[in-house]
C-alpha cells in the first residue's frame, strides 16, 4: 500500500497582518486523525461503548466536546461525533469498527479537514463576523462545540478556553477561509505562529 501524501499547512509561512490593534494568533494543527462516527439510531448505545473505551463521558448533548489527554471527542449532529487524536497505531478508525460493531459508520476524515487554532482577547470578536452563533465566552464556554458557517465556509467550532477556538474546515476551503480571517480581521494583528500537534 503506498504511503498516504504528507499534509501540508493551510497557512503560508510568515502569514502575517500587521495591523496595530488586538493580536489573534493563528496556528495549523496537526497531523491529526479524524474519524466521524454516525450511529444509525442507538446513539446513547454507541455513546456507551466510546465512554467505556476512552474513559470518557462521552454523552448524545449537542454542542459539546469532552476530551483527555491527547483526545477529543465533539459531537457533529445527532448521534456524531468527530473523534479527534494525534496519529498512533493501530490507526483510530480500525480501532472504533470494533468498538462500535454494526452500530454506526466510521469515516475516516484526517486528510479531509484542516484545523486551525485561533487564540487572543479578539477570537470571539472576529469569528463572530461571519456565523450568527454567539461567542461570548458567557454562550460558548470552554467545552462547547457547533456547527456553523463561517461566511460561506461550513465549519465547525471548538471553544477550548474563553480565547482560545479550534476552527474545522473542510481542507479544500481552508485557503478560503484564511481570505476571509485576513478580511474580518483588518483591524487585528493576525500572526501565523506554525504547526502545532
Not at 11 to 38: K, M, S, Y
Not at 176 to 184: G, M, V
Amino acid at each position: 500500500m503506498a504511503d498516504a501524501p504528507a499534509r501540508v499547512s493551510p497557512l503560508p509561512p510568515g502569514f502575517v497582518n500587521h495591523a496595530p490593534g488586538p493580536r489573534l494568533t493563528v496556528r495549523a494543527r496537526g497531523p491529526l486523525e479524524i474519524v466521524q462516527v454516525a450511529t444509525f439510531g442507538a446513539a446513547a448505545e454507541t455513546a456507551e461503548r466510546l465512554s467505556k473505551h476512552f474513559g470518557l463521558a462521552i454523552a448524545p448533548t449537542p454542542n459539546r466536546a469532552v476530551a483527555g489527554g491527547d483526545l477529543t471527542v465533539l459531537w457533529h449532529g445527532p448521534g456524531q461525533w468527530l473523534i479527534v487524536r494525534p496519529p498512533a497505531m493501530p490507526p483510530l478508525v480500525d480501532a472504533l469498527a470494533g468498538v462500535c460493531g454494526d452500530g454506526a459508520a466510521l469515516v475516516d476524515l484526517g486528510h479531509a479537514r484542516a484545523v486551525l487554532r485561533l487564540a487572543g482577547d479578539s477570537v470571539g470578536d472576529v469569528l463572530g463576523k461571519g456565523t450568527s452563533i454567539d461567542l461570548r465566552p458567557t454562550q460558548f464556554a470552554p467545552g462547547a462545540c457547533a456547527l456553523t458557517a463561517l461566511g460561506k465556509i461550513n465549519a465547525l467550532l471548538h471553544a477550548l478556553a474563553p480565547a482560545v477556538v479550534d476552527v474545522y474546515v473542510p481542507r479544500s476551503y481552508a485557503h478560503a477561509f484564511i481570505e476571509w480571517l485576513q478580511h474580518a480581521a483588518l483591524d487585528v494583528a493576525i500572526e501565523f505562529v506554525g504547526p502545532a500537534a
